[in-house]
């Protein structure tokens, strides 16, 4: 019998490629997003192991409908990844920014995440994953919304692992991607250390197989974590 993921951003960037590798390895992939015709292309590639459902996770109280259809067609769900995600420079504070970054990052992450979590619950076994971000080990002056929703999410997802490791009759696994820079849309400009899609893509499925608490993508991004922890404010505003 197939095991069954649930991708929730699998348009683009690691929710496209890591629904590449999860069909790969044979699973049957429900891939969600907002732009149909990016869905329907990936569906296109291999479309007995593919079903759609165009959702914005930002429409909250859709969440609940688009879950229960989830159900409904999967019956058993192995594996939800969260690979939602928006972000970018707000130098003005811009409300509309801030708000669409709290929309996708906070609050739709959330509600994904309590409605995957319950469900595993229920069914007494899964996997919950959140693409997360090196962004939530400290602030930024230029992109302050973006940096305080991965952090959010970073304690979030620690937050429902332990939450995980205390509920009883159940075998729930809960995993924080904590990316640096790799080559999608989101890394704009010069960076360093800036890791192939690909290459990020595998090193995450293989950290989601070995049901990690924790992976940073590339592995490398674990020191800097460090660093820029113990960093004082005024150093890292400098390069933050």
Sequence with gaps: MSKHAVVFGATSGIG???SKLLVADGYKVLITGRRLEKLEA??????????????????IESSDILFKEIIDTLKTIDLVVYS?????????LDWQIEYNTIATNVLGATKIFGLAYNFFKDQGYGHLVGISSIAG???????????ASKSFMNSYLESLWMKAKRTKNANISVTDIV?????TKMATGTTFWKAP???????????????????????????VAILVRIMPAKIVMKYL
């Design 84 to 92: 939602s995600g928006v972000g970018g420079p707000n130098y003005n």
């Design 137 to 147: 080990v400290r602030g930024n002056r230029h992109v302050p919304c973006y940096f």
């Design 16 to 18: 496209k490629e890591l």
């Design 42 to 59: 990936l569906k296109a590639e291999n479309p007995q192991q593919y079903i759609i459902k165009q959702h914005d996770v930002t429409d």
């Design 197 to 223: 899609l690909d290459r990020a893509t595998k090193q995450i499925y293989d950290a989601i197989k070995s049901k990690k608490k924790k992976a940073y993508i590339t592995r490398r991004w674990r020191f």
């Design 179 to 183: 990316p640096g820079f790799v080559e």
